[in-house]
């Protein structure tokens, strides 16, 4: 087991608020910096085509390319942290996340692109985990107040990435959009280097490293990602025999894995945190309320243009109100939530995110134009996810602090994986329903609104905590 922190450190840092919120801010620069860029890189695929002279198809790989890495390297990040230190793993990942970003910049063809989009994720996948770790372990009485704050953060990172994409687009060229991440990269390193605490690790860890489980987890997860983004992008012209093998193998890959965690003595990831008590709740509201509902979500600007005819200027500015709906709830429940508990706020966010998505498939009431509608459903749904987040993120970590950093990754790696999959079901269904697009994606909101309910009463499974953990 790795030990917590020297007591002196933690009492340091608590002692101390101007030094423990610079530390919190050298954390937040680089989960900005992650969160941005893996947002605003939608907004230069038509300029990578044309200076490329690729296809859609192909450029579109620069997205889920990252996906593929991150979703792959969040597990063994969260291992390699616990293993050698938090502080060690969040430099390399900074560093490395930094150096492949000048290397996308600096990409002569579409395929070079892709594969630094590939190790550009593997930096990045380690960010979240470590800085997880890194609060738990020295943050003291009010880690869960910081731990929260990750919400907002997220929120704003996935808000301004488009519109820091679209100035760089417009006024430089594609390329600056990695750029940007190295002057911030250098600096986050530096600060990092110097004040935050190393990492205290006085019983070594000598387990042996679960290959086997690391290879079946890839498996899983590769060929997951393979159907679901076939799925997506084969949508009318898909061949279900190759759609169903893709998840066959996935499912084969999954059931191996799950054997092999129950037998061996150090598995890669104990089985406790992903369907134990109380864990099992938690990932399967971080699934659908979190990840499946953030990938719908982030098709209303689809589902305005498709079912109102709202120009796409004005659809893109939809989701501007969920993101500081989001920003400013996560960050009010996050100072409170030593008060609130958990089961209160994950509640009444879920009652509202039921409301907000299932408003999105209703028509306009009360004469309300189309795009006011729209943007108070979105506004009702970040008010939900901001409401929500601060409980179900602190919800798994405190019951095992010690493996925080592998706890932040499943919890990851479940949004991920929801979001993957409620965007590739939905795009799926609309497009093999083209003349009536709008109504049929109307009918998605309604399907999941539906799903969300249902599952309200798993909260009632969470360990409720008041005060600090």
Same mark, same amino acid.
């Given at each position: 087991m790795i030990e917590n922190p020297n007591t002196d450190i933690v009492?340091?840092?608590?002692?101390? %608020? %101007?030094?423990?919120? #610079?530390? $919190?801010? @050298? @954390? &937040?620069?680089?989960?900005?910096?992650?969160? @941005?860029? =893996?947002?605003?890189?939608?907004?230069?695929?038509?300029?990578?085509? /044309?200076? #490329?002279?690729?296809?859609?198809?192909?450029?579109?790989?620069?997205?889920?390319?990252? =996906?593929?890495?991150?979703?792959?390297?969040?597990?063994?990040?969260?291992?390699?942290?616990?293993? $050698?230190?938090?502080?060690?793993?969040?430099?390399?990942?900074?560093f490395v996340f930094t150096l492949t970003s000048w290397f996308c910049g600096l990409a002569t063809n579409i395929y070079v692109l892709i594969a630094m989009r590939v190790l550009q994720a593997m930096g990045g996948a380690g960010i979240t985990p470590a800085a997880t770790g890194i609060i738990v372990d020295y943050f003291g009485r009010t880690k869960a107040q910081y731990l929260g704050l990750f919400g907002s953060i997220f929120a704003s990172g996935a808000m301004i990435g488009p519109i820091f994409g679209g100035v760089f687009v417009t006024y430089w060229s594609w390329e600056w959009i990695f750029y940007i991440n190295i002057p911030i990269g250098l600096i986050i390193l530096l600060l990092a280097i110097k004040f935050i605490p190393k990492d205290n690790l006085k019983v070594k860890?000598?387990?042996?490293?679960?290959? !086997?489980?690391? *290879?079946?987890?890839?498996?899983?997860?590769?060929?997951?990602?393979?159907?679901?983004?076939?799925?997506?992008?084969?949508?009318? /012209?898909?061949?279900?025999?190759?759609?169903?093998?893709?998840?066959?193998?996935?499912?084969? &890959? !999954?059931?191996?894995?799950?054997k092999h965690l129950g037998k061996?003595?150090?598995?890669?990831?104990?089985?406790?945190?992903?369907?134990?008590?109380?864990?099992?709740?938690? /990932?399967?509201?971080?699934?659908?309320?979190?990840?499946?509902?953030?990938?719908?979500?982030?098709?209303?600007?689809?589902?305005?243009i498709n079912r109102y005819g709202i120009s796409e200027l004005h659809s893109g500015t939809l989701l501007v109100a /969920?993101?500081?709906? =989001?920003v400013v709830l996560s960050s009010i429940l996050s100072v409170n939530i030593h008060k609130t508990g958990y089961r209160k706020p994950l509640y009444v966010g879920s009652l509202l995110l039921t409301c907000g998505v299932g408003l999105l498939s209703? &028509? %306009?009431?009360?004469? @309300?134009?189309?795009?006011?509608?729209?943007?108070?459903? !979105?506004?009702?749904?970040?008010?939900?996810?901001?409401?929500?987040?601060? =409980?179900?993120?602190? *919800?798994g970590l405190q019951l095992a602090p010690d493996q925080s950093a592998n706890i932040a990754a499943i919890r990851s790696l479940g949004m991920q994986m929801g979001y993957i999959t409620s965007v590739a079901l939905a795009t799926t269904v609309v497009s093999m329903n083209a003349a009536n697009s709008g109504s049929v994606h109307a009918m998605v909101y309604?399907?999941? *609104?539906?799903?969300? #309910?249902l599952t309200i009463p798993v909260i009632s499974k969470i360990q409720e905590v008041k005060g600090s953990w």
């Open positions: 009492q340091k840092i608590e002692s101390n %608020p %101007p030094y423990r919120l #610079f530390l $919190f801010v @050298i @954390i &937040s620069l680089a989960l900005l910096m992650q969160t @941005i860029d =893996s947002t605003i890189v939608a907004t230069a695929l038509h300029a990578m085509q /044309n200076d #490329f002279k690729s296809s859609v198809a192909l450029v579109g790989w620069t997205l889920t390319a990252y =996906s593929f890495g991150f979703v792959l390297m969040l597990p063994l990040s969260a291992k390699l942290s616990i293993k $050698f230190g938090h502080k060690k793993i969040f430099i390399i990942s900074v860890v000598r387990e042996k490293m679960d290959l !086997t489980g690391m *290879a079946l987890m890839g498996l899983a997860i590769l060929f997951a990602m393979g159907g679901a983004t076939y799925l997506a992008e084969q949508q009318a /012209n898909l061949n279900i025999a190759v759609f169903i093998g893709l998840f066959l193998a996935a499912a084969i &890959s !999954t059931w191996a894995l799950f061996v003595p150090f598995p890669f990831i104990n089985l406790k945190f992903i369907i134990g008590k109380n864990f099992g709740a938690v /990932n399967l509201l971080n699934v659908i309320h979190s990840g499946m509902t953030i990938g719908a979500n982030s098709l209303v600007p689809l589902y305005a /969920n993101g500081i709906a =989001s209703v &028509s %306009p009431l009360f004469g @309300i134009p189309p795009y006011y509608w729209l943007m108070g459903c !979105t506004l009702i749904i970040g008010a939900s996810i901001g409401t929500m987040s601060p =409980s179900a993120r602190n *919800a309604l399907g999941l *609104a539906i799903v969300i #309910f």
